[in-house]
């Protein structure tokens, strides 16, 4: 008799858990508090804001990460795509976490690995479901993983090498406190064996305190015997991997997630500098994080979409030498905005274009320390970025890095990204 699997919250994870186990045979059916939802043809649902009263008769049920844990309430198992690929990979996986730069650390990860001649793998929260690269990992490959605190909520086995980066608050507004947000993030060290690797970034207190629960060897970075910057050089082991001003990242905030990388994959490289080098010279980033979009009267146009929290947009600010015209706002959260207006008012920003929900917010922050160097940007993006350019000079930056999610105006951080871009190329 076919298994009896149900798949809440049907998103990227969700479709790649129908594959999956549709695949396998199951029986399946799919809840989802979207009526809407646009379904596989045949399909079994239950839609609506009353899907999770459904839950009853199943043998397994799957949650998706945009799903609260503590909703389900059933006594079949539930698990998730991220632990059934653990549970099945038969290869060694490098799981990434952190507030900000997952992504780019994870991908600069498989790059390094890549250099070296390993066959990586490379998925979770940067977009493509483990699950559905499963068949093709054999025990020789490796994995990386990006991993959010959704995602790691109930992980129940950890990597071979966990990483964590800086820690600062996030998503409160999902979970029920800065506690809850750590400790699932701990989760990917507290399964972890004494041959297991936990790397940490040694000058963040959470990602500290999370990898002292592995069992494992811990590994610092941004100090030995981690990867650490030193004479405008990056180091690893007493070796130069390469100069500062060769790092193809913008930033100096991409200096700590190199350090993150290098750290993580020293020994499975062998521990040759020159492979490292290739990589992190070679890696520009990712699309929507301070990605150069290009230049108009002298004027740089830089789409930092991704950047949807105060810390990130902290270190964008600090990215740039030249004066900027710094795109702020979007939906709020209720996040302090107090040391962001300090940020941006000490950070060379020569004026602010503030959009979006939390408009008033921002403005009250700045008011507060005497900062008035902003103007209201409109209501569509063409002519964010039209006020963007009046206020602009040759020789500046202009810098989309909204401090804030794009969900009151766009439809994801990506739509906010591409309709930047959009509008600059149309200049």
Same mark, same amino acid.
């Given at each position: 008799m076919a298994q009896k699997v149900a798949i809440v919250g049907y998103g990227t994870e969700g479709e790649a858990a129908y594959r999956y186990w549709h695949e396998l045979g199951a029986d399946i059916t799919i809840l989802d508090a979207d009526a809407e939802k646009e379904l596989p043809k045949g399909a079994k649902s239950v839609l609506g804001p009353k899907y999770l009263e459904h839950l009853e008769g199943f043998d397994l049920v799957v949650r998706s990460p945009g799903v609260k844990p503590w909703l389900i309430a059933i006594k079949a198992p539930v698990t998730t795509v991220v632990n059934e690929f653990f549970a099945k990979?038969?290869?060694?996986?490098?799981?990434?976490?952190?507030?900000?730069?997952?992504?780019?650390?994870?991908?600069?990860?498989?790059?390094?690995?890549?250099?070296?001649?390993?066959?990586?793998?490379l998925g979770g929260n940067i977009g493509k479901p483990p699950l559905d690269f499963l068949s093709n990992v054999r025990a020789s490959h490796l994995?990386?993983?990006?991993?959010?605190? =959704?995602?790691?909520?109930?992980?129940?086995?950890?990597?071979?090498?966990?990483?964590?980066?800086?820690?600062?608050?996030?998503?409160?507004?999902w979970h029920r406190s800065m506690h809850e947000y750590v400790a699932a993030k701990g989760n990917l060290f507290w399964h972890q064996q004494a041959d297991d690797v936990a790397v940490y970034n040694a000058h963040n207190h959470y990602a500290t305190e999370i990898a002292q629960l592995s069992a494992g060897e811990k590994l610092p970075y941004l100090e030995k015997p981690g990867a650490v910057i030193a004479d405008g050089q990056i180091m690893m082991d007493?070796?130069?991997?390469?100069?500062?001003?060769?790092?193809?990242?913008?930033?100096?905030h991409n200096l700590e997630n190199i350090c993150a990388a290098v750290t993580a994959t020293w020994e499975l490289v062998k521990r040759n500098p020159d492979t490292v080098a290739r990589a992190v010279k070679g890696f520009t980033g990712l699309p929507h994080r301070l990605e150069e979009v290009r230049?108009?009267?002298?004027?740089?146009?830089?789409?930092?979409? =991704?950047?949807?929290?105060?810390?990130?947009?902290?270190?964008?600010?600090?990215? =740039?030498?030249?004066p900027k015209v710094l795109i702020l706002g979007g939906m709020d959260r209720g996040l302090e905005l107090a040391q962001l207006a300090k940020a941006v008012a000490g950070g060379g920003v020569k004026q602010v274009v503030l959009v979006g929900q939390n408009t008033q917010r921002l403005a009250a922050a700045f008011n507060a320390i005497g900062f008035d160097r902003y103007t209201l940007g409109g209501s569509s993006m063409p002519e964010i970025v039209a006020q963007a350019r009046r206020l602009a000079a040759p020789g500046d930056v202009v810098l989309l890095s909204p401090a804030s999610p794009s969900f009151d105006m766009f439809r994801n951080f990506a739509d906010r990204g591409e309709q930047f871009d959009a509008a600059v190329r149309a200049l």
């Open positions: 990979c038969p290869a060694r996986i490098i799981g990434v976490t952190g507030t900000k730069g997952k992504g780019t650390t994870s991908t600069l990860i498989a790059r390094i690995l890549g250099e070296a001649g390993w066959r990586t793998h994995v990386v993983l990006e991993l959010s605190s =959704f995602q790691l909520m109930d992980l129940a086995v950890s990597p071979h090498i966990a990483v964590a980066l800086t820690i600062v608050p996030e998503h409160l507004d007493g070796v130069a991997i390469c100069a500062v001003d060769e790092v193809g990242l913008i930033g100096p230049e108009v009267g002298r004027v740089r146009y830089i789409n930092d979409s =991704f950047s949807a929290n105060p810390i990130a947009t902290e270190a964008a600010v600090k990215s =740039f030498m030249e």
